[in-house]
């Protein structure tokens, strides 16, 4: 089998420009050009030995998910494909040292590629960085034959092309998922907000934390990382929340998050809440999923009334549900509110799903910012304070 002519691999390359992210698409493009019968794109981990994600072309959603579970490791190209230079790539007929033979008799072969009639291929790491690489892989039956060597030339031609465009898709996508990172934390909360990203760098800052962080030598950024007090200790021991809550938006589930008090060297307290952030982000990608910590600032002095006339007049809330909703607001508890105004908390909860009823949200958390940033919140500004 040959390859299609040249003006059609140069049209597959102009839509990758034309269409980068488009990547489906550009394999079923990519398998027709090279007369091929499917084609994958794998996200891999920095050793090749687990998928992270993938992109596939005529391959059945269940034998590939063994591929991705068990057999990846199995392919008796893999091992020696990991030491030849990446940029390019291979034909697994002429260019390894397993001949078909040998690859006719091995578990991969026998227990998963001849059962789709897949018989030869090419391979190849076409992108890597530090915590990953990316790899194509496109096969043939046996009917269609192996790929020669006039063919990889061929093919060879638009592996620059296609790794431009891969970096290009990884910053947009890294672009896309800071955004989508802000928009879920400022639903989360109102409060002022500093993102930071998989390496706890900096990533985001609202107006209103670039306020306070001008007025507080506790808190302070430096060189894209954010550090607390000048106390070793506390210091050690925010980092550590920090660096956990990141392992835990990257998929390790271990840490839900913290409280973390400051003092005010005036006296009162002053908090850091930290949670992690788990991006929902639509496939296909070639990116390592991004994972997000965010910080709110806390300041108990900052000054919050609820107009108790806007909250009838909005969402018919009688005076005794906007009291709670002021404490709310003001980040008290349920319990403590209770124990305040010597009230039942069953009676505080019922007050509670009254809300959620008339507001039409389900969580605390949703009902506060809604209030928070509606027409019956009158924000006075936070007074300037040191640590």
Not at 12 to 23: A, C, D, F, T
Not at 320 to 349: F, I, M, N, P, W
């Amino acid at each position: 089998m040959q390859l299609q002519s040249t003006s059609t691999l140069q049209k597959l390359v102009e839509s990758l420009y034309q269409s980068p992210g488009q990547w489906l698409s550009f394999l079923e493009q990519l398998t027709q050009w090279s007369d091929a019968r499917s084609a994958r794109m794998l996200v891999l981990d920095k050793h090749a030995s687990e998928v992270r994600s993938s992109i596939k072309y005529n391959i059945d959603n269940n034998y590939h998910q063994q591929y991705v579970d068990y057999y990846v490791n199995t392919c008796p190209w893999r091992p020696e494909l990991s030491k030849l230079p990446d940029g390019q790539l291979y034909s697994t007929f002429l260019d390894f040292s397993c001949k078909q033979d040998e690859y006719y008799k091995s578990e991969f072969f026998n227990d998963w590629a001849r059962l789709q009639n897949i018989h030869h291929g090419v391979c190849g790491t076409i992108y890597q960085n530090e915590g990953q690489k990316i790899q194509l892989l496109i096969q043939r039956s046996e009917g269609q034959g192996y790929f020669n060597r006039a063919e990889m030339d061929v093919f060879n031609t638009f592996i620059p092309h296609l790794r431009r465009v891969i970096t290009m898709q990884q910053q947009f996508e890294a672009r896309e998922a800071r955004s989508d990172a802000i928009v879920d934390a400022q639903q989360v909360s109102a409060l002022p907000l500093i993102l930071l990203d998989h390496a706890c760098r900096v990533s985001y800052v609202s107006h209103n934390a670039e306020q306070i962080l001008a007025n507080c030598p506790g808190l302070t950024i430096n060189n894209q990382r954010l550090t607390v007090s000048p106390d070793p200790a506390t210091r050690q021991r925010f980092q550590q929340l920090l660096a956990d809550c990141i392992a835990s938006a990257h998929g390790q589930w271990h840490q839900a998050g913290g409280w973390f008090p400051l003092k005010r060297l005036q006296g009162g307290s002053y908090g850091l809440l930290v949670m992690p952030l788990h991006p929902e982000l639509e496939c296909p990608r070639l990116s390592a999923v991004e994972s997000f910590a965010a910080v709110f600032i806390y300041d108990p002095m900052a000054h919050i009334k609820l107009c108790a006339d806007t909250l009838k007049a909005v969402y018919n809330i009688t005076p005794a549900e906007a009291e709670l909703l002021q404490a709310l607001v003001q980040g008290d508890t349920l319990e403590s509110y209770a124990d305040r105004r010597s009230r039942s908390l069953h009676t505080v909860k019922s007050q509670l799903k009254s809300l959620f009823r008339k507001t039409g949200t389900s969580r605390q958390a949703t009902l506060v910012n809604l209030i928070s940033n509606g027409p019956a919140c009158l924000r006075a500004s936070q007074p300037i304070f040191n640590l």
